[in-house]
């Protein structure tokens, strides 16, 4: 999975998400060990040491941007004779013969109240001022996901498999629910007219909402918001850990999930109509109509469109419902797979299925044929939205003559972001159809050039074979082709379809300010 990050920083949550990851802007990690609290400002530009922005800062941000990421003091090193002991290793026969004795003192990993890396664990505690105190109002407790794929993001993979397979009360959660109930106690003596939000994406909010399940009433009317960014339904997991409806409805009442239709992390277990999942079920209208394997993937943060308002693009019934469907068929796809693999047996050693999965060269194939039906499943949606903003554009012209005050705005903006929308559709079409191009004639001058080859020496009867080689000399690929030219050209279509891109970005971030301009007016009517 590429690494796309969000073009800007105006989204507080989706920023808090986004910078639990390592290598990420603004990444909470490299302050793990922090003796003392860290200022992070979103509401300011990321610029790299050439003086480039990479990543614009958000201007509408609360406490204008600025967050103080709060460190863990509880951190320590485990060494791998504690780590061995904990794990009923007896290495008592090892000490007085080094290394080994060495080793066994030699720190393994950390362990805190928010890290545990043995385990995965990753959480950052922020609040809006220095160190809680009377004078704060907002906390942030953003909880990472799963690494990519390796040795040493393991148990992140068995966290993602345990709760996907069957629907358990995953290891991590248990943490995070310990690390909450801490964070609130101490809330509650150093600043108790605060209050809690979560945020995470992918693995993360599986955590946070089996965390937040887990909290005494009381503890839970401290969480105002868990915001949640490409995670599954978690509903069932929560049967499963014994809840009833009315604990559930409560959590989801502060639960609000951002899924990309054609994720299929994001749509998995949702099978079943929105409004019967847990929470507010929000599906966006991604910048790119991309698989979760697909670069950039359809999993990460650079797919969310987001206005200076921080308000992020969604679909509605009203506004590329096909969108909704979509995401239906992914999970619908998701759970075909899924119960594939439990057909397979992947329902018992969760270690051993990893492993399994990871090598068995039919569950490979059985990856590729997913590919191919999440694959079908996005353009299918993506034919879909050209179809719906080349009717509905007229319309909305239409409409936005007769229509007044606030649903004048509402059609404004729908036209701005459909019409957007189908530039940057048109012009993938028209870079992909110039490339295609520019291969065939490629392919083309390449094979008449063999065919003439070999057509010479078929009929240079009185030649000796160096003769028809220098005869044929000049008659080669790079003489006939022009590389640079065939490089600029790419490049130009390129840099053409980023800028409409960019384009398609500004108009969705601006689109908040028709308001503001029509407010504007209107108070100088009135004045």
């Known amino acids: 999975m590429s690494n796309t990050n969000l073009s800007t920083f105006k989204s507080l949550y989706a920023n808090l998400a986004q910078s ?22 979103y509401g300011s530009d990321l610029i790299d040491k050439n003086g480039n922005v ?4 958000g201007q509408n941000l609360p406490n204008n941007g600025v967050f103080y990421l709060q460190p863990d003091k509880t951190v320590e090193a485990v060494t791998f004779g504690e780590h061995y002991k904990e794990n009923g290793i007896n290495l008592d026969w090892l000490k007085g013969y080094p290394p080994f004795d060495k080793k066994i003192s030699e720190p393994l990993y950390k362990r805190g109240l928010l890290i545990d890396e043995a385990k995965g664990y990753n959480a950052y505690f922020l609040t809006d001022t220095k160190e809680l105190s009377q004078e704060t109002e907002k906390a942030y407790l953003a909880i990472r996901g799963s690494d990519g794929i390796s040795l040493s993001s393991a148990n992140d993979w068995i966290n993602n498999l345990e709760f996907t397979v069957s629907d358990a009360y995953i290891e991590q959660a248990k943490l995070n629910k310990e ?44 969480i105002e918001n868990v915001v949640l960014f490409n995670g599954p339904d978690a509903t069932e997991s929560l049967k499963k850990m014994g809840l009833t409806q009315d604990q559930i409805d409560k959590v989801g009442e502060k639960t609000t999930y951002y899924l990309n239709p054609f994720d299929a992390v994001s749509m998995l277990n949702r099978d079943k109509p929105y409004s019967e999942q ?6 966006i209208v991604p910048l790119h109509y991309n698989t979760t394997f697909e670069s950039p993937s359809s999993h990460d943060f650079g797919e969310y469109q987001i206005d200076d308002m921080g308000n992020i693009l969604i679909a509605s019934e009203d506004f590329h419902p096909e969108l909704l469907e979509a995401g239906r068929k992914t999970a619908l796809l998701d759970k075909k797979y899924l119960q594939i693999l439990k057909e397979r047996g992947y329902n018992d050693d969760i270690g051993q299925d990893l492993v399994n999965f990871l090598y068995n060269l039919e569950d490979r194939k059985l990856i590729d044929e997913f590919k191919k039906e999440a694959e079908a499943i996005a ?71 063999k065919e003439t080859h070999t057509e010479a020496r078929n009929i240079a009867l009185y030649l000796s074979s160096t003769e028809v080689g220098n005869l044929l000399n000049s008659f080669q690929m790079f003489h006939l082709w022009d590389n640079e030219t065939e490089n600029s050209t790419r490049q130009s279509a390129q840099n053409f379809k980023k800028n409409i891109e960019d384009f398609s970005t500004k108009v969705v971030e601006a689109s908040y300010r028709i308001e503001e301009v029509d407010a504007e007016n209107a108070n100088l009517f009135s004045q």
Request: glycine share 4%; hydrophobic share 35%.
């Open 20 to 41: 639990t990851y390592t290598d990420r802007p603004r990444s909470f990690s490299k302050y793990q060990n922090a003796k003392s609290f860290r200022r992070i400002n």
């Open 278 to 283: 847990l929470g507010t079920v929000n599906v």
């Open 379 to 449: 353009e299918e949606a993506r034919l879909a939205s050209i179809a719906w903003d080349k009717e509905h554009i007229p319309l909305y012209q239409e409409q936005i003559k007769t229509a007044t005050g606030g649903q004048k705005i509402i059609l404004r903006v729908q036209l701005l972001h459909s019409a957007a929308q189908l530039a940057l559709f048109e012009t993938e079409d028209k870079v992909e159809h110039l490339n295609g191009l520019i291969e065939d004639y490629k392919n083309q001058i390449d094979d008449k050039i």
């Open 179 to 222: 690390a909450i109930k801490s964070k609130l106690a101490e809330m509650d003596k150093k600043a108790p007219n605060a209050t809690l939000d979560l945020t995470a994406h992918s693995l993360g909010t599986m955590i946070a909402v089996q965390s937040v399940a887990n909290l005494s009433e009381k503890e839970l009317e401290k």
């Open 54 to 57: 990479l990543t614009k800062g």
